[in-house]
């Protein structure tokens, strides 16, 4: 049964990731609604380096010529001004944030923000936030008119994704919009810069893999399955986004989280972990 779990879960991130809907959403409600244990935060991060191989391998040659230009640069100042030494800066300052933040809220982050009213919360209030953008957005700027303000700007929206249901490609995909991107040139963006914030989380819990509901092997089976559906959700992505709006992703987003959060009211699914429920009481003590 664990074997099951592990294939569908691995599935589910590797279609989640990188779309604009949030995989610890998904990695958090479908056990739920299964009632299978809730894989935590460590299973999480641990299967998202699956992803973030598919990111490596589909964008091989544009990291490769980023981190190579980039280094080289430090040497060179002639090359400063080349859009592969300027976008290993951005990478690195739109990176700062998350990390900052997620060492601060380490542990509300694994306990406290999997609260499943908090999770449909921000399906439905980012869902619209990302429609809003999509309309509002200019979508007049290539990635070759990025700057230091834009870095910052997206790495911001970037750490609000340690919330469980805001989607990191969703934050930062909208923050890129709001900024003038095109859609293509956000999502591009947005897969770059989840190569290091995501490595470094799922770096950082790999010394708690197999010691929650899901065992090694289980995620090694989730992390594989994640890196072949999700280099096939990449380049489906980029081919949708060049001709199609972000609709149907805000109406998939409002839908979802209004059912979770009826599904809560009822009764018929719980919205804390019995960890979550020894968070809370501690805050309250």
Same mark, same amino acid.
């Given at each position: 049964?664990?074997?099951?779990?592990?294939?569908?879960?691995?599935?589910?991130?590797? *279609?989640?990731?990188?779309? $604009?809907?949030?995989?610890?959403?998904?990695? +958090?409600?479908? #056990?739920?609604?299964?009632? =299978?244990?809730? $894989?935590?935060?460590? %299973?999480?991060?641990?299967? /998202?380096?699956?992803?973030?191989?598919?990111?490596?391998?589909? %964008?091989?040659?544009?990291? =490769?010529? @980023?981190?190579?230009? =980039?280094?080289?640069?430090?040497?060179? #100042?002639?090359?400063?001004?080349? *859009?592969?030494?300027?976008?290993? =800066?951005?990478?690195?300052?739109?990176?700062?944030?998350?990390? @900052?933040?997620?060492?601060?809220?380490?542990? /509300?982050?694994?306990?406290?923000?999997?609260?499943?009213?908090?999770?449909?919360?921000?399906?439905?209030?980012? &869902?619209?936030?990302?429609?809003?953008?999509?309309?509002?957005? +200019?979508?007049?700027?290539?990635?070759? /008119?990025?700057?230091?303000?834009? &870095?910052?700007?997206?790495?911001?929206? /970037?750490?609000?994704?340690? @919330?469980?249901?805001?989607?990191?490609?969703?934050?930062?995909?909208?923050?890129?919009?709001?900024?003038?991107?095109?859609?293509?040139?956000?999502?591009?963006?947005?897969?770059?810069?989840?190569?290091?914030?995501?490595?470094?989380?799922?770096?950082?819990?790999?010394?708690?893999?197999?010691?929650?509901?899901?065992?090694?092997?289980?995620?090694?089976?989730?992390?594989?399955?994640? %890196?072949?559906?999700?280099?096939?959700? @990449?380049?489906?992505?980029?081919?949708?986004?060049?001709?199609?709006?972000?609709?149907?992703?805000?109406?998939? +987003?409002?839908?979802?989280?209004?059912?979770?959060?009826?599904?809560?009211?009822?009764?018929?699914?719980?919205?804390?972990?019995?960890? *979550?429920?020894?968070?809370?009481?501690?805050?309250?003590?």
């Amino acid at each position: 049964m664990e074997l099951i779990r592990a294939i569908v879960l691995g599935v589910v991130q590797g *279609l989640t990731e990188f779309l $604009p809907i949030s995989s610890s959403a998904h990695l +958090r409600i479908v #056990p739920e609604l299964f009632g =299978w244990p809730d $894989p935590g935060a460590a %299973f999480t991060a641990v299967i /998202q380096l699956g992803t973030m191989a598919a990111v490596l391998l589909y %964008f091989w040659s544009d990291l =490769w010529n @980023i981190a190579r230009t =980039w280094l080289r640069s430090l040497r060179d #100042p002639s090359l400063r001004g080349e *859009l592969e030494a300027r976008m290993g =800066w951005y990478l690195i300052i739109a990176t700062v944030p998350i990390v @900052i933040f997620g060492v601060l809220f380490k542990d /509300q982050v694994e306990t406290g923000a999997r609260d499943l009213r908090l999770v449909g919360t921000m399906l439905i209030v980012f &869902g619209v936030i990302l429609y809003v953008a999509d309309r509002a957005g +200019r979508k007049d700027r290539e990635l070759e /008119q990025l700057n230091s303000t834009d &870095g910052v700007s997206i790495g911001l929206a /970037q750490s609000l994704a340690l @919330i469980p249901g805001v989607s990191r490609s969703g934050a930062t995909i909208t923050a890129g919009l709001f900024r003038g991107f095109t859609r293509e040139a956000a999502a591009r963006f947005s897969f770059l810069l989840s190569v290091p914030a995501v490595v470094l989380s799922g770096v950082y819990e790999l010394k708690d893999a197999g010691s929650g509901s899901y065992g090694v092997g289980a995620t090694v089976v989730a992390t594989v399955l994640a %890196f072949v559906v999700g280099y096939a959700a @990449i380049a489906w992505f980029l081919r949708f986004l060049v001709n199609h709006t972000v609709l149907v992703f805000v109406v998939y +987003r409002v839908a979802l989280g209004i059912l979770v959060l009826t599904l809560v009211a009822a009764g018929s699914i719980k919205a804390n972990t019995p960890a *979550l429920g020894d968070y809370l009481g501690t805050l309250k003590r």
